[in-house]
């Protein structure tokens, strides 16, 4: 099964949650900063990232797990996804995120400030902050998200 | 193979080029092309199948909002990653000018009304701007031919 996460910018909530989803970074406490730095593509990517689905790894199940920055697209990005996976008759073969609805103002500016405007060193500490607060919604969502991959393949 | 449309919405200028494609179109009065304008329709963002073109191809119109482009990115990426090629399903973006104001029109009346108002606008801004659907569609068709000679 294939699982894509999709944020913004594909570089923060969305990396993130494919990291706990991965087993990248301990789910069970808040990471520093330092430690989300050492994840590919956290607070790492360019404009030319919009859109691109960029693989993150494998996990124990064998499921891909994908990231995606869709800028402000919304949920209707996940039915385009989910409606082309089912044109070609593999609906059933992927999980789309949105994890948007973690994400809170602090990542927002934190974001907004490194990504859009350069200023990284000045962005990174509200963005770690804002990562830390998210933290545990992201957790929530990733069970979430490995739950409904357990049920379709109990059911496939 | 199925092919797609891909416009800021799925039913104007998309689903004309289909109908272009398809060489189904009745009338350069496009109110009377069914689903032509109809919000509804293009509202969950899903692909909208219209027919099948005479080599068996399956046509269908996407609505991608404003992002047109990313979005062509975007399902190139992911029919790799589900295991196809562009063999299996080809995207073929429609640009025309007045595509946003489309996208706006769409808008305003899910949430205001106005479907009616929205219609003659829609209908307008597509006429003015069919030669270029036309020649989209003619180079799609070249596209498409190489594609199959190579």
Not at chain 1, 20 to 47: A, F, Q, V, W
Not at chain 2, 73 to 96: A, H, M, Q
Request: aromatic share 8%; with cysteine.
């Amino acid at each position: 099964m294939k699982i894509i996460y999709h944020c913004f910018g594909g570089s923060h909530s969305s990396v993130l949650a494919s990291a706990i989803h991965l087993g990248l970074i301990d789910k069970s406490r808040l990471p520093s900063m330092e430690e989300m730095m050492t994840i590919p593509y956290y607070d790492k990517t360019t404009n030319e990232d919009f859109g691109s689905i960029r693989f993150m790894g494998i996990d124990e199940f064998k499921n891909e797990v994908y990231v995606l920055g869709k800028k402000s697209m919304g949920n209707r990005y996940s039915n385009i996804l989910l409606g082309i996976a089912e044109i070609l008759g593999v609906r059933d073969d992927l999980i789309s995120v949105n994890c948007m609805n973690q994400v809170n103002w602090s990542m927002k500016i934190g974001g907004f400030t490194s990504r859009r405007m350069g200023l990284d060193k000045l962005a990174r500490p509200v963005l770690g902050s804002g990562s830390r607060n998210a933290f545990f919604s992201l957790v929530n969502l990733v069970e979430y998200t490995r739950l409904q991959c357990m049920k379709k393949v109990q059911v496939s | 193979m199925k092919i797609i449309f891909l416009g800021t919405t799925g039913v104007h200028h998309s689903l004309i080029a289909a109908y272009v494609y398809l060489q189904r179109l009745p009338d350069r009065d496009f109110k009377m092309i069914p689903g032509f304008s109809d919000i509804k329709k293009d509202d969950s963002g899903f692909p909208l199948f219209i027919d099948e073109d005479s080599l068996g191809n399956q046509v269908y119109t996407l609505g991608a909002g404003r992002e047109v482009l990313m979005a062509q990115k975007t399902i190139g990426d992911l029919v790799n990653v589900l295991g196809f090629s562009n063999e299996d399903l080809v995207v073929k973006p429609v640009r025309i000018k007045g595509e946003q104001l489309l996208l706006m029109l769409e808008k305003i009346s899910n949430i205001l009304g106005g479907e009616s108002i929205s219609l003659l606008l829609s209908n307008y801004i597509v006429q003015k701007e069919f030669h270029r659907i036309l020649k989209e569609v003619e180079n799609f068709r070249l596209e498409t031919k190489k594609l199959h000679l190579h």
